[in-house]
């Protein structure tokens, strides 16, 4: 005879309870695991200011270690959650009463028509029947319950309020800190106490004939700063001009446009400015 229907349901019923324990195991670990680097990543860009390239690194790899915990908590395993043999082992290990009879059955269903001299129809039978009768009062939410999970659980509940207290946090910002972190592409001005302003050309973002000089003008309040440097960014080469100072907080230096699009930032202090565009 093949394997009972009974036993077979109650199997599925297991690899489907597990795939999902399994599944809300990965997303609770991988988001515990991206929220806390994350906010670490948002801790380095205020101590340190990280520049853009250490930024998308630190990032890549917060993204990385979320993908790497999601992997080793769920899908490395998926595979396992439709083997009606391997389901039957761990079924076993978790109700050592059923210990190898439940692997017996799944074994003997498959193997019906091999070797019929072996043994004989009637003991297969009643092993099924056997087997069908005890397997159906097996409570799997009980033999797999969320408590196995619940760790990864409360880790993604401490990650999660340490992500709240660093948003909700008075004068930290802490909603821009943790957008440069997720989205280090995102052109977002920096976290600072030191706070530039660009005050020429009016609008920052402009419009100018190509060969140009432009006249960048930039002020400086908060902390306050001995030495502002504008970045500009065209045609895939990079350079950095030292502003001068042109009155109290007040620096000044002009760029040529020579490219189809110029793009410029100001430094100065711990703050660094979004990129302009002319």
């Known amino acids: 005879p093949a394997l009972s229907p009974a036993t077979e349901r109650r199997l599925r019923e297991f690899g489907r309870r597990r795939r999902t ?12 695991v991206l929220f806390g680097a994350l906010v670490i990543v948002a801790a380095a860009d205020a101590i340190f200011a990280l520049d853009d390239a250490a930024r998308y690194a630190l990032s890549a790899a ?31 290990s978790a109700r050592p009463d059923l210990r190898e009879e439940v692997l017996s059955a799944v074994e003997l269903g498959r193997l019906r028509e091999e070797r019929p001299a072996l043994d004989s129809p ?22 797999l319950p969320f408590r196995l999970i619940a ?21 930290a910002d802490g909603g821009r ?10 052109n977002l001005p920096r976290v600072s106490r030191t ?20 006249a960048v003008a930039v002020e400086a309040s908060g902390r306050r700063v001995e030495e502002v440097v504008l970045e500009t960014a065209a045609d895939g080469h990079r350079a950095r001009l030292r502003m001068k100072p042109v009155g109290p907080g007040r620096f000044a230096a002009s760029v040529d446009a020579l490219g189809s699009r110029l793009r410029y930032r100001a430094r100065g202090g ?4 979004r990129w302009y565009e002319l």
């Open 21 to 32: 324990l399994l599944r809300q195991c990965g997303i609770f670990g991988a988001l515990a």
């Open 62 to 92: 917060a993204y990385g270690l979320a993908g790497f915990e999601l992997w080793r908590l769920y899908l490395r395993y998926r595979h396992g959650c439709d083997d009606l043999c391997l389901l039957a082992r761990m079924m076993e």
């Open 122 to 143: 009637v003991f297969r039978t009643r092993l099924q029947e056997e087997v069908a009768r005890r397997i159906v009062t097996v409570d799997v939410g009980r033999l």
């Open 151 to 171: 760790r990864w659980a409360r880790w993604l509940g401490a990650a999660t309020l340490l992500l709240l207290l660093l948003l909700l946090m008075p004068g």
């Open 177 to 186: 800190r943790l957008a440069r972190a997720a989205l280090p592409a995102a």
């Open 195 to 214: 706070v530039l302003t660009v005050r020429s050309p009016e609008p920052a973002d402009a419009v100018v004939p190509r060969g140009d000089a432009v």
């Open 270 to 273: 711990d703050a660094i400015t």
